[in-house]
């Protein structure tokens, strides 16, 4: 069977005939045959990683590879305890890493949710003409299917319609569209977004009003669904860039440990030492060269931004997400339910020569009538009430009201549009019910794309009939002969005419979305006459009472949230399916775009651009409309080639495959679909945009806390290398200075309770200042390096000097390793300190203003306390008991680091204040 790409421009017949169908639609003998050859109607989610590979990609890690050559070595060297210990560690770093990378690719699931579980087709009889209407599941509906349609239908299948009356559809959450879309079955000229082509219908979409008839012909992956679930299987998820920071620090320090083993092996041969000897020194430095609680405390320092943020109503579903949020440089947004409320409201009424506003946002009847600024009683304007009733009685929405504990909610069911008709005029104080029962409906005639408005007939009182007329602007006015000014009558004029005209242009080259009022008085008999007339007569005598204008409106707090991210250095982009007018006027609105003369370019502007075209576009442009799926991949592909790290927002089907491609996906909490929130790292509980911007604050917070925790850990590292280095030249002959078990229990339990109470540290002056970090910033720069090998060498001479003491004193090897190794574990309490703040001392921040880093303090003493003194420890650690002379010393000798980097920090301070 043939496929073709543009079924909204051929004819009904030509598609039968390409379908093999027909109207009563095909037989089941043919539904089968097909079913066979194209597969069941359903999204596949394509092949789950697995358990074991996640698991196995914990294991490649640099560091833990390193760590499984140290436990071999202990095991050759007969050191099964240290085996034992380093065995452990792997595990640990193994499970966390594990359960936190452990996600399916569950938005391929949440689309399988999407499809409609049952739909009614039309089966041809086998062997004859006669049609059947038979309900069968939606996953067995195959091409040149015939699928019924009715109100509240979820659409099963990509379709043709062949039929529709007064059918609207609701496509947001593939299209971005803000209002339902009307329908209609003729063929179409040339190219079209998906959003314009308004005689096909697609799968997973909802019909809000009317019925249909359509003919199938794509299902499964081939229907837009299908190919959203496609884009994001193929799309390979952005790697963080904290992720990118830590792969690269693994691999050099896995580097590291190997030359320096290497380098361990070489000089023992030189000094002459036994193989095990040389076993041991080997050990001991690749254990020294790696922090081993780095996997772990990066892990958990982000754990803490994630914690941080949820209070901020910000759910974090990956960790990478934390950091990757504060390394932002651009915020690719939806427009509709993401800077919009995604409600229609009616904003202005335009009656006579009066203008007047109406605010109040969303659903909830609440708001004032404004006249040149100063609030009116609406049902006191004559004119003004009867707009109001005009738009509530021709009319098929209702407004619910729903009570609960915390507050009410407010719900519509109908088309959007009318809604917001209903909506204005409980604002007003008039009613629904209360105008219905004044107002019976006797007759209608519903509204279609040939006569673009609705009417509806009430009987009134003296056997009179009420005809009340809504619809586009162009053609009530051109059905109106008269206008309703101060509550009378008179004729239309010319000036009259010119003048609705201009303010219809006004308001819809503003965006806002406009629709015409009028009304007429006959009596009963006349009703069919004038419905025939008002149908099919360019002129029915109507009475023109003015316009109405709505739109979606901004989030209230959203033009403060994006000037909040222009001042951190965060550029905003509006990608919507939304009309050209109504995303500019939005953009503008909310400080995207500078004025309405900024340019926004429209997804097919996008279709003729090649990559480096629309990567030039991307330079400047902040805004575009008419967009698909497709583009909106496109635009985040194109800001990632620039080199900006993109964080996507939104809220429908249409976001997946952009947030999936994006380095941090952001889904809405409460608007959002499944998918979104599936494929999504982070989902705003609140649907706030102003809750991203916080979210990025705490991020630029996590970032600044790892680097105090990598600098806190590496400086460790550094001065135990250093120091078994300078050991293996200077007192080979001695023995080894300190164990790989004891260097383990200071880079993990020592330095394992003071890095983690580190990352809690506050922020330090206001972040959102200072502009993005770069992508190719280290988390290691050369400040951190510097101040890492300062660190380290006040370490090794401290220690050595320490061991060399000791030894003089005493020719006890053991008792000399346990002065090196509780001289170490000091040094990291005193460093502790030096790493709360880049420049700060700590006496400005005050020893206490992290109460967590000082219960760390006391507990990392308690626990060497007992290394040294409980018996089952010094067994295991290999240690002896000290003298109260010994921990003066100790202390003495590690406070130097304190002091020196005190002495530092206050340096840099003063050439910082330096006039230039």
């Not at 015409?516 to 025939?532: M, N, P, S």
């Not at 403060?560 to 919507?576: N, P, Q």
Request: glycine share 6%; net charge negative.
């Amino acid at each position: 069977m043939e496929t073709k790409g543009n079924w909204h421009e051929l004819p009904r017949d030509e598609i039968f005939e390409i379908l093999d169908t027909g109207f009563c639609g095909i037989s089941a003998e043919d539904a089968a045959q097909r079913l066979e050859e194209y597969g069941p109607n359903v999204v596949e989610s394509g092949d789950k990683i697995s358990k074991l590979d996640i698991l196995w990609a914990q294991l490649k890690s640099p560091l833990v590879l390193v760590l499984v050559v140290a436990a071999i070595i202990s095991l050759i060297a007969g050191k099964n305890a240290d085996a034992i210990v380093i065995a452990v560690v792997i595990l640990v770093n193994t499970l966390i890493g594990f359960f936190q990378e452990y996600r399916a690719e569950e938005a391929l699931e949440a689309l399988m949710s999407q499809a409609a579980p049952e739909a009614d087709v039309v089966r041809r009889m086998d062997g004859g003409e006669d049609c059947i209407d038979v309900s069968i599941p939606a996953s067995e509906v195959v091409p040149g299917d015939i699928i019924l349609l009715d109100a509240g239908d979820k659409v099963p299948a990509d379709a043709r319609l062949i039929e529709a009356a007064n059918l609207d559809v609701e496509e947001a959450m593939l299209t971005g569209e803000s209002t339902s879309v009307r329908k209609q079955v003729e063929r179409l000229e040339g190219y079209l977004p998906i959003a314009d082509r308004t005689n096909l219908v697609y799968g997973g979409t909802i019909i809000t009003n009317g019925r249909a008839r359509a003919v199938v012909y794509a299902t499964g992956a081939q229907s837009e669904m299908g190919k959203i679930a496609t884009l994001i299987k193929e799309t390979e998820k952005a790697i963080s860039p904290i992720q990118k920071q830590t792969i690269d620090l693994g691999k050099k320090l896995g580097l590291f440990a190997v030359i320096a083993g290497a380098l361990m092996v070489i000089l023992g041969f030189i000094q002459g030492l036994e193989l095990q000897e040389i076993f041991l020194f080997a050990l001991a430095s690749a254990v020294s060269a790696i922090p081993e609680g780095l996997p772990a405390v990066m892990s958990i320092t982000l754990a803490i931004g994630v914690s941080r943020m949820a209070k901020r109503n910000a759910i974090i579903r990956r960790l990478r997400a934390v950091d990757t949020l504060g390394a932002a440089t651009v915020i690719c947004t939806d427009k509709t339910g993401t800077l919009t409320t995604n409600q229609m409201t009616v904003q202005y009424f335009f009656i006579g020569e009066q203008k007047v506003e109406v605010t109040g946002l969303g659903y909830r009847p609440k708001g004032q009538f404004l006249e040149h600024g100063e609030p009116i009683q609406p049902l006191e304007n004559p004119d003004l009430a009867l707009a109001l009733k005009i738009g509530t009685l021709c009319n098929d929405a209702r407004l619910l009201q729903f009570h609960n504990e915390h507050k009410d909610t407010w719900e519509i069911r109908g088309d959007p549009t009318e809604a917001s008709l209903v909506v204005v005029s409980e604002k007003a104080g008039q009613h629904k019910d209360t105008l219905e029962n004044d107002y019976r409906r006797i007759d209608e005639l519903p509204f279609n794309s040939t006569i673009k408005f609705m009417a509806t007939f009430h009987k009134a009182a003296n056997q009179k009939a009420i005809v009340f007329v809504k619809g586009a602007p162009e053609v009530i006015l051109n059905r109106s002969t008269q206008l309703q000014e101060n509550g009378e009558r008179r004729k239309l004029s010319d000036a009259d005419h010119d003048r609705i005209v201009d303010m219809n242009k006004e308001m819809a080259g503003g965006g806002i979305r406009v629709l015409g009022l009028a009304y007429q008085e006959i009596t009963l008999d006349e009703v069919q006459d004038f419905k025939r007339a008002l149908e099919y007569q360019h002129e029915a005598d109507l009475v023109f009472v003015g316009l109405v204008g709505m739109k979606d409106p901004p989030r209230e707090e959203v033009p403060e949230a994006i000037a909040r991210c222009k001042s951190a250095g965060i550029r905003v982009v509006m990608a919507t399916g939304d009309h050209y007018l109504t995303g500019k006027a939005i953009a503008n609105q909310i400080g995207i775009v500078n004025s309405m003369d900024e340019w926004v370019y429209t997804g097919e502007e996008m279709d003729e651009m090649t990559d480096d075209e629309l990567d030039e576009v991307m330079v400047k442009a902040n805004a575009f409309a008419r967009v698909s799926p497709e583009h909106k991949h496109r635009l985040v592909g194109s800001l990632q080639r620039l080199g900006h790290v993109v964080a996507m927002t939104g809220d429908g089907v249409n976001d997946a495959p952009a947030l999936q491609a994006a380095e941090i996906g952001i889904a809405m909490g409460i608007t959002g679909t499944d998918v979104t929130k599936e494929t999504a790292e982070m989902v705003l509980t609140d649907d706030n945009f102003t809750s991203i911007v916080n979210a990025v604050e705490e991020g630029r917070v996590v970032f600044a806390n790892v680097r105090k925790v990598v600098k806190f850990l590496l400086a460790t590292n550094a001065g135990e290398i250093l120091t078994l280095l300078t050991a293996l030249l200077v007192f080979a002959q001695a023995g080894l200075i300190i164990t790989p078990v004891q260097i383990l229990w200071v880079n993990l339990v020592t330095d394992g309770i003071l890095d983690i109470t580190l990352a809690m540290e506050p922020k330090e002056g206001d972040v959102m200042d200072e502009p993005p970090r770069r992508t190719e910033a280290k988390i290691i720069n050369l400040e951190i390096f510097q101040n890492i090998i300062f660190v380290a060498i006040f370490m090794a001479v401290g220690t050595l000097w320490m061991f060399y003491n000791t030894t003089n004193a005493s020719n006890n090897l053991v008792y000399a390793q346990t002065v090196v190794f509780t001289t170490l574990a000091f040094f990291q309490v005193f460093n502790s300190f030096n790493c709360r703040s880049r420049l700060k001392s700590v006496f400005q921040i005050g020893f206490f203003s992290n109460p967590y880093l000082f219960i760390a303090i006391v507990t990392s003493i308690l626990l060497q306390l007992s290394a040294v003194y409980v018996p089952f420890m010094q067994r295991m650690l290999g240690t002896a008991p000290l003298r109260l002379a010994d921990w003066a010393l100790i202390i003495l000798v590690s406070s130097s680091i304190f002091i020196a980097d005190e002495l530092r920090k206050l340096v840099q301070r003063r050439r910082a204040q330096k006039p230039a």
